[in-house]
Nanobody
Framework: QVQLVESGGGSVQAGGSLRLSCAAS??????????MGWFRQIPGKEREGVAA????????YYADSVKGRFTISRNNAKNTVYLQMTSLKPEDTAMYYC??????????????????WGQGTQVTVSS
């Protein structure tokens, strides 16, 4: 069974940085073939696409709200995708999820475009 496990969340002050990690594991799962995404969600709101990365890592995508502040990367040898977050703002406060097994033809930013999800890690940014 495939598992995605996020880590690295926490509480920081505005302007601070955090690095989230998402480790993938499971028999029969070829992580290096997978397009990966990061999403975030606050209570009562839809899950929002933050960033995504192609299977090779050559192509990345970002929401306008995080461009220039967040960087997505991956290490296929470690089956891990990262989200480096800098210049954090209070509005970045949310539960952050990684996603995999993307549905072909759907936008990287659509939550219904992924079949596998981690359990989430909370990020809280105080002003």
């Amino acid at each position: 069974q495939v598992q995605l496990v996020e880590s690295g969340g926490g509480s920081v002050q505005a302007g601070g940085s955090l690095r989230l990690s998402c480790a993938a594991s499971g028999s029969g799962y070829t992580y290096s073939n997978n397009f990966m995404g990061w999403f975030r969600q606050i209570p009562g709101k839809e899950r929002e696409g933050v960033a995504a990365i192609s299977s090779s890592g050559d192509t990345t995508y970002y929401a306008d709200s995080v461009k220039g502040r967040f960087t997505i990367s991956r290490n296929n040898a470690k089956n891990t995708v990262y989200l480096q977050m800098t210049s954090l703002k209070p509005e970045d406060t949310a539960m952050y999820y990684c996603a995999a097994d993307k549905v072909v033809g759907r936008s990287w930013a659509r939550a219904d475009g992924y079949r596998r999800w981690g359990q989430g890690t909370q990020v809280t940014v105080s002003s």
